[in-house]
Every structure is written in structure tokens, then in C-alpha cells.
């Protein structure tokens, strides 16, 4: 473990009063009593199922966030987490219009893996335990055990099971375990002698299964081995029955410590660099915690201060429509449930989804929202990691304005669909730079997964306040892709009005720029003389572009955005530039208070200071002076 981080798991929580951590308080006193009202439910030696409280407010997809492929399969077959509709779609053939009836496990295994991978780890199995549990009607569970019964007589467990058999292996194995527990303690009440031995038996064979798999593997920082410490837990808690119950929970106990104190920065981002994962890793702790205490067990260590960590990085990043951005291999999962739950265990009313402003260091992401001028929301992410799942997104943003997308990330793709190499993990999917042609060769090439490395991209600055807040971010000329320019871009949001997005460009040869923006579906044009744009979605917005010399031409196509885990046709826009040394391009982005005509601009240039002056249809006039540094003074 890096010295760094050990140094912050070391020194992290301390004290009874209350901690602050990121600018916020934990409730030190209501945590505790949290936990010793959890810890009051200990029966004797019998097991405490701690979610039960959930149960009746949230769909189980919602409580527990899906891992992303196995999301955006379940929106492909299934279009909804409604547990309702879930029930009704099934029940009405849908899975057997997809798999086959009766249903082929391995059908998809040799051409859509993810199709598999969703239907052997039984996502939407506890959506009929959970109807149960609601209105007590048999039928529920009668649909639940027809579909165990059928896996178990279909997938044996062989002696090397957890090597040759895929449904055997892995994350299948782990999710698969949490869903039985769920699906035996919301029907215990319903399920006969005869069908709580059935899901005994098969869980005790998931237990060494995991045992011999996760149990035994090199410990490391990724999502599928926390997942495995989870599914462990779970069965080591929650049937003490199980031979192997004291194992499973020691090695939980093994992969779930080291999960918090390697899995994420000291920050509280994770490591892997992925918005979309965030909601179902933090679920994972979570319930692990609640697990504990509901038992009398001691959590894993650090538990409320990487819970509040974890808390405090969601409310800061999500989007004002309470998803997370789809920055790299991320599907718009919501944050409200999850951070909900935690708020409950840590007793903070202050973490809400919406902080102002924030600035992780050690992920190299920064958030920040500005209330007035209709409000907006800026998310920074310079790609100081590329590769796995992290894109070519480099000095990266979106922008959004009055609840509203402006300019976004393509987002992912489903992992079997071709478009997420062709596509999605491209350099030209981003709103980014490309100098000279030159793409990020790993993510720009055939290949589903690649190597991850460290990059020198960089948040430089980072400005909340005054009346032009701003981000600095930097490229600098050893950056692979760079062909040595030194790259420095700053997005500054004037007076609430609008905002600059400033590229500088530090070279001593000549060099093509193309400056990338990428946006929801809607209708985008260029003037006759390619020097700004008129973007209608659900906002008319102006971009106008101030180039030195009249050099740039704005050019306008086609790209893919995902839309809820569907590709959608969208528009892009490259300001093309060519030049030789020094440059500097701004772009301004101006939403229509009126939403009927864009804003007006009128430009000076005078020994390199810009001076602009922006007229909006109310007769508001802006007058701002640019620079190679970007927005001098407003």
C-alpha cells in the first residue's frame, strides 16, 4: 500500500463529538445510535436480515444498484428497476423471447457475454420475493422457485466448477449469492421446509465455490473481488449453518478491509476511475456494515469515514437530473437511494445530492455549481488515467444549465455492442483536443480492454467563488498524444450568464486543432462563416468562437450518446484551428435567458488583449477581457 494512504486510513476517524471530513460533520452521536439500534435487534444466535426496513420504499434494483453491464442489460430486456413491471414483463415472455424457453443459460456465452452474464447472476430474481413480501400473494414465490430449481437442474456444480463452468466463476457466483439471500429472507415466511433446504444446498455450494475462488485469490483493487468479500459476508452472516460459516466471514473480513483502504483514493474517488460503478461499490460497504452490526460483528475497519467519503463524493458529482455523469464506461445510474441509506447510517442531514462546488485531488475530477443566471453545473475530468475502463477524455468536461444537459460525454455502451471500441472509448467521443490526428492509440484501436496507464493530465486550478468561477486544467507536451504542445484549458462560468471555455496552445512548430464538443440530441448549425453555432435542445444556446486572426471554422457531424443505455444518433462540432506557436481559442457558451434568440457579441483585439462585450435579447450587456490565461476581469 502506497505510504499515502496508508498515512490516511492510519489518521482518518478520531473522536466521539464528530468529525469533519470534506467540509461537512459527521453526527458522531447519531451514527453510534444507529448502530446500537441496529445491534439491539442481535436475537439469540439467530441471524438479523438488516434490510428489511428498505424493503417497502425501494425497488431492489434501487436499494441495490446493478454492477454497469449487468444495468444496462437490464434496460436492454427489461426497460425498467420497477419490481411491479419487472414481474409483469417476465410473466408475460419476455425472457423466453431472449433466451429461450425453456430458458438456455449459456445461449449468449459465445456471442453476447453481458446477455449471460445478467441472466446467470439472476438480477431480477428478488423482484418476485420482494412483490411477495409486499402483498403476501404465493405466486410470486411459485415464479421465484421454478427459476432456482430450473438453474440448479441445469448447471450442476462439478469439482472444478469455478475454473471450466462460467456460470460458476467469478461475479456470477457472488451476485448470484447476494440474490438468494435476498430471495430466502423476503419469502421466508411463504417458502416450505422443502424450498428453504433447496436454497440452503445450493448456497452451500456457492460458499466453497467462493471460498475456493475469491477466498483464495492474489487481493487486489477491482470491483469484482469486493463483490466476492460481499457475497461471502452475506453467507457467512446470514446462514451460520453453513460449514464453512466462520471461513467465509474471516475472508470477508480480509478482502472487504482491504478493499477500503486500496479500492479508493483518500479522496474518496475510486481507483478504477468510474462514475458508473460508484452507487453499487458503495452499496457494497454498506451493506456490510449494516450486515455487521445488525449481528454483532465489528465492521470492517474505517467503515463511517470512508462511508461519509464515499457520501460526500456522490453529492458532489451527481447531475442536476441525480444521476452520475456517464464519464467513461458509466451508465446514469441515481444517486438518491443509495445516498439516502447512507445518510441514515452516518446521521448527516447536510450530505445531500447538489453540493456547490468540490475538488478531489487525488481522483483529478472537480464539480461545481452556480445557482444563479438559471444555474449551472461544470464537471471537470482531465483523464489523469486512461485504459480498462477509464476513456481518452483528456482536460474533459460537461456543462450543464438549468437542469438541463448542454454539452455532455458520449457515455458507454452496452460491452457486447460493437460501438463501445468503434466509438464510445474513442478519442473524437470526448470533449477534448485532437492536435495534429493523433488519438489515444489503446482506446482508439479494436481492443474491448486495455492496459490502464497514468497520465500527466492534470486540475491545475480550481477558482469556486467571485464573480467568475473557474477550473484550470493541463496537458502537458509529454502527454502521448500531444506531439509537444503544452496544452492549458480553463472553463470560467461569468456572472451566472454564460460560460468561456479557454484553450491555450504552447508550441514552437505548426500544428491542426481540433477542439471537441459533443451534445444531446438536438438541432445544431453553423453560420455561413463557421464562426459560431445555434444549439437548440430544451435551452437556445449561442457558441461563439474568438480566435486570433479570424482563424477557426466551426464543422458540425454526427456521433453516438448514450441515452439509458441506448445509443442515439447525436451532434458534434469541432472548431478547427491551424497555427504556428503560441494560441489561444475561446469559446463562449451562451444560453438564451428568453430562449428565443441567442445573444449578441462584439470582439476587440489589441496586443493580444480580447475584449468582448456580450448583448442578450433583455439588453443586458457583459463586458469581459480575455487573455492567453482566459478570462482576465469581468
Same mark, same amino acid.
Given at each position: 500500500m502506497p505510504e499515502g494512504r496508508r498515512r490516511f486510513i492510519r489518521n482518518i476517524f478520531a473522536g466521539t463529538a464528530g468529525v469533519a471530513l470534506g467540509g461537512l460533520t459527521i453526527n458522531a452521536a447519531s451514527s453510534d445510535a444507529f448502530r446500537r439500534m441496529l445491534c439491539s435487534n442481535v436475537k439469540n444466535g439467530e441471524p438479523v436480515f438488516p434490510f428489511l426496513k428498505y424493503v417497502t420504499s425501494c425497488n431492489f434494483g434501487d436499494y441495490i444498484p446493478k454492477d454497469q453491464g449487468g444495468k444496462f442489460i437490464q434496460m436492454t430486456v427489461l426497460g425498467s428497476e420497477d419490481d411491479e413491471k419487472i414481474v409483469s414483463a417476465i410473466r408475460n415472455g419476455t425472457l423466453a423471447k431472449v433466451y429461450g424457453d425453456p430458458l438456455e443459460w449459456q445461449r449468449y456465452e459465445g456471442s453476447e457475454l453481458e446477455k449471460s452474464v445478467w441472466l446467470n447472476r439472476f438480477y431480477f430474481l428478488p423482484s418476485f420475493a420482494r412483490m411477495y413480501y409486499l402483498t403476501g400473494d404465493r405466486t410470486y414465490l411459485d415464479d421465484m422457485m421454478r427459476f432456482i430449481r430450473q438453474w440448479i437442474e441445469d448447471n450442476p456444480r462439478l469439482p472444478d466448477s469455478h475454473r471450466t463452468t462460467f456460470n460458476w466463476r467469478d461475479m456470477q457466483v457472488a451476485w448470484r449469492s447476494i440474490h438468494y439471500s435476498w430471495c430466502y429472507y423476503l419469502g421466508e415466511k411463504g417458502l416450505t421446509g422443502e424450498e428453504k433446504g433447496l436454497i440452503k444446498d445450493t448456497l452451500k455450494e456457492h460458499a466453497h465455490i467462493l471460498l475456493t475462488g475469491f477466498g483464495q485469490a492474489k487481493l487486489n483493487e477491482f470491483n469484482h473481488q469486493s463483490h466476492g468479500g460481499l457475497a461471502m459476508l452475506y453467507l457467512g452472516v446470514l446462514f451460520p449453518e453453513l460449514e464453512d460459516a466462520a471461513e467465509l466471514r474471516r475472508k470477508a473480513m480480509i478482502i472487504l478491509n482491504h478493499h477500503l483502504a486500496n479500492a479508493f483514493y483518500p479522496d474518496g474517488g475510486n481507483v478504477e476511475q468510474m462514475f458508473g460503478y460508484y452507487p453499487f461499490q458503495a452499496h457494497l460497504f454498506r451493506d456490510a456494515f449494516l450486515l455487521c452490526c445488525a449481528n454483532g460483528i465489528e465492521p470492517p475497519e474505517n467503515s463511517i469515514p470512508m462511508l461519509h467519503k464515499m457520501a460526500l463524493y456522490l453529492a458532489a458529482v451527481v447531475r442536476p437530473d441525480g444521476t452520475v455523469p456517464q464519464v467513461n464506461d458509466s451508465y446514469e445510474m441515481p444517486v438518491r437511494p443509495i445516498l439516502d441509506s447512507m445518510n441514515e447510517i452516518l446521521g448527516v442531514l447536510a450530505v445531500d445530492s447538489g453540493r456547490p462546488e468540490a475538488l478531489f485531488d487525488d481522483t483529478q475530477v472537480a464539480s461545481m455549481r452556480i445557482s444563479h443566471g438559471g444555474g449551472w453545473y461544470l464537471l471537470a475530468n482531465p483523464a489523469s488515467v486512461i485504459g480498462a475502463h477509464a476513456h481518452a477524455g483528456r482536460l474533459g468536461f460537461e456543462l450543464w444549465h438549468r437542469g438541463l444537459p448542454l454539452i455532455i460525454d458520449s457515455g458507454c455502451c452496452n460491452y457486447d455492442e460493437p460501438e463501445l471500441v468503434t466509438w464510445y472509448r474513442t478519442t473524437r467521443a470526448h470533449n477534448t483536443v485532437v492536435i495534429d490526428g493523433r488519438t489515444e492509440a489503446a482506446t482508439s484501436s479494436s481492443a474491448l480492454w486495455v492496459p490502464r496507464r497514468e497520465t500527466p493530465n492534470r486540475i491545475t486550478g480550481w477558482?469556486?467563488?467571485?464573480? %467568475?468561477? @473557474?477550473?484550470?486544467?493541463?496537458?502537458?507536451?509529454?502527454?502521448?498524444?500531444?506531439?509537444?504542445? @503544452?496544452? =492549458?484549458?480553463?472553463?470560467?462560468?461569468v456572472r451566472g450568464?454564460?460560460?468561456?471555455?479557454?484553450?491555450? !496552445?504552447?508550441?514552437? $512548430?505548426?500544428?491542426?486543432?481540433?477542439?471537441?464538443?459533443?451534445?444531446?440530441?438536438?438541432?445544431?448549425? %453553423?453560420?455561413?462563416?463557421?464562426?459560431?453555432?445555434?444549439?437548440?435542445?430544451?435551452?437556445?444556446?449561442?457558441?461563439?468562437?474568438?480566435?486570433?486572426? $479570424?482563424? $477557426?471554422? !466551426?464543422?458540425?457531424?454526427?456521433?453516438?450518446?448514450?441515452? =439509458?443505455?441506448? @445509443?442515439?444518433?447525436?451532434?458534434? %462540432?469541432?472548431?478547427?484551428? =491551424?497555427?504556428?506557436?503560441?494560441?489561444?481559442?475561446?469559446?463562449?457558451?451562451?444560453?438564451?435567458?428568453?430562449?428565443?434568440?441567442?445573444?449578441a457579441v462584439k470582439t476587440t483585439t489589441r496586443k493580444g488583449i480580447t475584449r468582448v462585450t456580450v448583448r442578450n435579447s433583455t439588453g443586458t450587456r457583459t463586458r469581459i477581457i480575455l487573455s492567453d490565461d482566459g478570462v482576465m476581469t469581468v
Amino acid at each position: 500500500m502506497p505510504e499515502g494512504r496508508r498515512r490516511f486510513i492510519r489518521n482518518i476517524f478520531a473522536g466521539t463529538a464528530g468529525v469533519a471530513l470534506g467540509g461537512l460533520t459527521i453526527n458522531a452521536a447519531s451514527s453510534d445510535a444507529f448502530r446500537r439500534m441496529l445491534c439491539s435487534n442481535v436475537k439469540n444466535g439467530e441471524p438479523v436480515f438488516p434490510f428489511l426496513k428498505y424493503v417497502t420504499s425501494c425497488n431492489f434494483g434501487d436499494y441495490i444498484p446493478k454492477d454497469q453491464g449487468g444495468k444496462f442489460i437490464q434496460m436492454t430486456v427489461l426497460g425498467s428497476e420497477d419490481d411491479e413491471k419487472i414481474v409483469s414483463a417476465i410473466r408475460n415472455g419476455t425472457l423466453a423471447k431472449v433466451y429461450g424457453d425453456p430458458l438456455e443459460w449459456q445461449r449468449y456465452e459465445g456471442s453476447e457475454l453481458e446477455k449471460s452474464v445478467w441472466l446467470n447472476r439472476f438480477y431480477f430474481l428478488p423482484s418476485f420475493a420482494r412483490m411477495y413480501y409486499l402483498t403476501g400473494d404465493r405466486t410470486y414465490l411459485d415464479d421465484m422457485m421454478r427459476f432456482i430449481r430450473q438453474w440448479i437442474e441445469d448447471n450442476p456444480r462439478l469439482p472444478d466448477s469455478h475454473r471450466t463452468t462460467f456460470n460458476w466463476r467469478d461475479m456470477q457466483v457472488a451476485w448470484r449469492s447476494i440474490h438468494y439471500s435476498w430471495c430466502y429472507y423476503l419469502g421466508e415466511k411463504g417458502l416450505t421446509g422443502e424450498e428453504k433446504g433447496l436454497i440452503k444446498d445450493t448456497l452451500k455450494e456457492h460458499a466453497h465455490i467462493l471460498l475456493t475462488g475469491f477466498g483464495q485469490a492474489k487481493l487486489n483493487e477491482f470491483n469484482h473481488q469486493s463483490h466476492g468479500g460481499l457475497a461471502m459476508l452475506y453467507l457467512g452472516v446470514l446462514f451460520p449453518e453453513l460449514e464453512d460459516a466462520a471461513e467465509l466471514r474471516r475472508k470477508a473480513m480480509i478482502i472487504l478491509n482491504h478493499h477500503l483502504a486500496n479500492a479508493f483514493y483518500p479522496d474518496g474517488g475510486n481507483v478504477e476511475q468510474m462514475f458508473g460503478y460508484y452507487p453499487f461499490q458503495a452499496h457494497l460497504f454498506r451493506d456490510a456494515f449494516l450486515l455487521c452490526c445488525a449481528n454483532g460483528i465489528e465492521p470492517p475497519e474505517n467503515s463511517i469515514p470512508m462511508l461519509h467519503k464515499m457520501a460526500l463524493y456522490l453529492a458532489a458529482v451527481v447531475r442536476p437530473d441525480g444521476t452520475v455523469p456517464q464519464v467513461n464506461d458509466s451508465y446514469e445510474m441515481p444517486v438518491r437511494p443509495i445516498l439516502d441509506s447512507m445518510n441514515e447510517i452516518l446521521g448527516v442531514l447536510a450530505v445531500d445530492s447538489g453540493r456547490p462546488e468540490a475538488l478531489f485531488d487525488d481522483t483529478q475530477v472537480a464539480s461545481m455549481r452556480i445557482s444563479h443566471g438559471g444555474g449551472w453545473y461544470l464537471l471537470a475530468n482531465p483523464a489523469s488515467v486512461i485504459g480498462a475502463h477509464a476513456h481518452a477524455g483528456r482536460l474533459g468536461f460537461e456543462l450543464w444549465h438549468r437542469g438541463l444537459p448542454l454539452i455532455i460525454d458520449s457515455g458507454c455502451c452496452n460491452y457486447d455492442e460493437p460501438e463501445l471500441v468503434t466509438w464510445y472509448r474513442t478519442t473524437r467521443a470526448h470533449n477534448t483536443v485532437v492536435i495534429d490526428g493523433r488519438t489515444e492509440a489503446a482506446t482508439s484501436s479494436s481492443a474491448l480492454w486495455v492496459p490502464r496507464r497514468e497520465t500527466p493530465n492534470r486540475i491545475t486550478g480550481w477558482n469556486p467563488g467571485g464573480e %467568475a468561477p @473557474s477550473i484550470v486544467m493541463a496537458s502537458p507536451p509529454e502527454e502521448v498524444t500531444n506531439g509537444s504542445v @503544452s496544452w =492549458r484549458r480553463k472553463i470560467t462560468i461569468v456572472r451566472g450568464c454564460f460560460a468561456v471555455i479557454s484553450d491555450r !496552445f504552447d508550441t514552437e $512548430g505548426e500544428h491542426n486543432y481540433e477542439i471537441l464538443l459533443h451534445f444531446p440530441p438536438s438541432e445544431v448549425t %453553423a453560420d455561413q462563416n463557421g464562426k459560431s453555432l445555434q444549439v437548440k435542445t430544451g435551452i437556445l444556446t449561442g457558441i461563439q468562437a474568438v480566435v486570433p486572426a $479570424g482563424n $477557426g471554422v !466551426f464543422v458540425t457531424g454526427k456521433g453516438l450518446v448514450s441515452i =439509458r443505455g441506448r @445509443s442515439v444518433e447525436a451532434p458534434v %462540432a469541432s472548431l478547427n484551428l =491551424r497555427a504556428r506557436g503560441k494560441i489561444t481559442s475561446h469559446l463562449l457558451i451562451m444560453p438564451s435567458p428568453d430562449m428565443e434568440s441567442t445573444p449578441a457579441v462584439k470582439t476587440t483585439t489589441r496586443k493580444g488583449i480580447t475584449r468582448v462585450t456580450v448583448r442578450n435579447s433583455t439588453g443586458t450587456r457583459t463586458r469581459i477581457i480575455l487573455s492567453d490565461d482566459g478570462v482576465m476581469t469581468v
